[in-house]
């Protein structure tokens, strides 16, 4: 059985940066890839994932701040997130092909 789970979120300020984790036990390959977030009273959505010719697809809100990235050296997923935002407060999601992690809070406030 796979089991995600993410990890590194937390309280920062505006400006700042976090980055999100996400590593999977009982699989060591997926073909999708993906981080989302879900605000309060907000539906779910996208945040990053791969593409199936092998590129990075960004939601515009978050284009050229945050980065996703891969080590399967440690079978991890990653998120980058710099200048966050207020707005950028969530729970974020990871999505292994039809996997997901149970979420990490992140707190974008001063």
């Known amino acids: 059985q796979v089991q995600v789970e993410e990890s590194g979120g937390g309280l920062v300020e505006p400006g700042g940066s976090l980055r999100l984790s996400c590593t999977a036990s009982g699989a060591r390959s997926f073909l999708a890839m993906g981080w989302y977030r879900q605000a309060p009273g907000k539906q779910r959505e996208l945040v990053a994932s791969?593409?199936?010719?092998?590129?990075?697809m960004y939601a515009d809100s978050v284009k050229g701040r945050f980065t996703m990235s891969r080590d399967d050296s440690k079978n991890t997923l990653y998120l980058q997130m710099d200048s966050l935002k207020p707005e950028d407060t969530a729970v974020y999601f990871c999505?292994?092909?039809?996997?997901w992690g149970q979420g990490t809070q992140v707190t974008v406030s001063s």
């Open positions: 999505r292994l092909d039809q996997h």
């Open positions: 791969n593409t199936l010719d092998g590129n990075l």
